[in-house]
T-cell receptor, first 114, second 117 residues
Framework: ETGVTQTPRHLVMGMTNKKSLKCEQH?????MYWYKQSAKKPLELMFV???????ENNSVPSRFSPECPNSSHLFLHLHTLQPEDSALYLC?????????????FGQGTRLTVV | AQKVTQAQTEISVVEKEDVTLDCVYE???????LFWYKQPPSGELVFLIR??????QNEISGRYSWNFQKSTSSFNFTITASQVVDSAVYFC??????????????FGKGTKLTVNP
């Protein structure tokens, strides 16, 4: 079982749909992240949760709504998205407070908005 | 603001060639970390290396080596005797570990490496 698991791997949704992306980490980390990877653009940090509290919202539109019920699970709720929101959404986790750590990434959810 | 530049968008080499991926960064911080990640076609980012700003010693791990030059703000990555399995997108990233305690990574746009048989 991989350290960070994302479901679904692929998602196609209409602009009026509501869907959720799920991320689960089995590494005992206490910080989790959502990144967006669009074609020909750098990975963009969207949200950071540290000890289940949101510590960063990187100017993300309100049509993206994160939820972190515990330190092992992270959700990204989607509603009324736009075609330009189509991208690979990557979840990551790390152990905060420890300088010698790196972020572990899931395989991502490939989202297509039609 | 922090910034990472990977000037090479795509590189194509033949197997067994050596290849160097360039990374130049900008930061006003004196303490920071630099990373390289590999993204194979399956999508996940695989951690390769982390280097802190106080350690300029070059590192070698098998066929991989990294050259950190603080004077030129560069952190280049060399693959020796490349293999087809090295084909992936490689990302250089910069992290400031002191802002709110969260490890926020600023990524370059990535370099797509294709190793042909």
């Amino acid at each position: 079982e991989t350290g960070v698991t994302q479901t679904p791997r692929h998602l196609v949704m209409g602009m009026t749909n509501k869907k959720s992306l799920k991320c689960e980490q089995h590494l005992g980390h206490n910080a989790m992240y959502w990144y967006k990877q669009s074609a020909k653009k750098p990975l963009e940090l969207m949200f950071v949760y540290n000890f289940k509290e949101q510590t960063e919202n990187n100017s993300v539109p309100s049509r993206f709504s994160p939820e972190c019920p515990n330190s092992s699970h992270l959700f990204l709720h989607l509603h009324t998205l736009q075609p330009e929101d189509s991208a690979l959404y990557l979840c990551a986790s790390s152990q905060e407070g420890q300088m010698n750590t790196e972020a572990f990434f899931g395989q991502g959810t490939r989202l297509t908005v039609v | 603001a922090q910034k990472v530049t990977q000037a090479q968008t795509e590189i194509s080499v033949v197997e067994k060639e050596d290849v160097t991926l360039d990374c130049v960064y900008e930061t006003r911080d004196t303490t920071y970390y630099l990373f390289w990640y590999k993204q194979p076609p399956s999508g996940e980012l695989v951690f390769l290396i982390r280097r802190n700003s106080f350690d300029e010693q070059n590192e070698i791990s098998g066929r991989y080596s990294w050259n950190f030059q603080k004077s030129t703000s560069s952190f280049n990555f060399t693959i020796t005797a490349s293999q087809v399995v090295d084909s992936a997108v490689y990302f250089c990233a910069l992290s400031d570990p002191f802002q709110g305690g969260s490890e926020k990574l600023v990524f370059g746009k990535g370099t797509k490496l294709t190793v042909n048989p």
